[in-house]
């Protein structure tokens, strides 16, 4: 685990450290990580044999209504469809 051998209940500058995993199919260990004052949730991925560092922030926004809005924004974003090109 690239010299970062977190363990379930570990603090870490306001974080605790409550599940340690490895994910054997990507060759890495996983830890999730709770905030203590928020409850956030963050997910670290340690891949040793990867040079290039990567990192993403996901917001979990749950829709008011299941109209098919967010559905349609995300084809947009996302460069359309077939029947919709943006």
């Given amino acids: 685990m ?8 570990q603090k870490l500058h306001g974080w605790t450290c409550e599940r340690v995993e490895e994910l054997a ?21 340690e891949q040793p044999l990867e040079e ?6 996901v917001f979990r926004t749950p829709p008011e209504s299941s109209n098919g809005i ?9 460069c359309g469809s077939r029947k919709y090109h943006v």
């Fill in 25 to 45: 199919e990507l060759k890495c260990m996983g830890m999730l990580w709770r905030h203590d004052k928020t409850g956030a949730e963050c997910l670290s991925v």
């Fill in 70 to 78: 967010a559905h349609v924004l995300e084809h947009s974003v996302l």
């Fill in 52 to 57: 290039n560092k990567t990192f993403g922030v």
């Fill in 2 to 9: 690239l010299g970062t051998e977190a363990a379930v209940g």
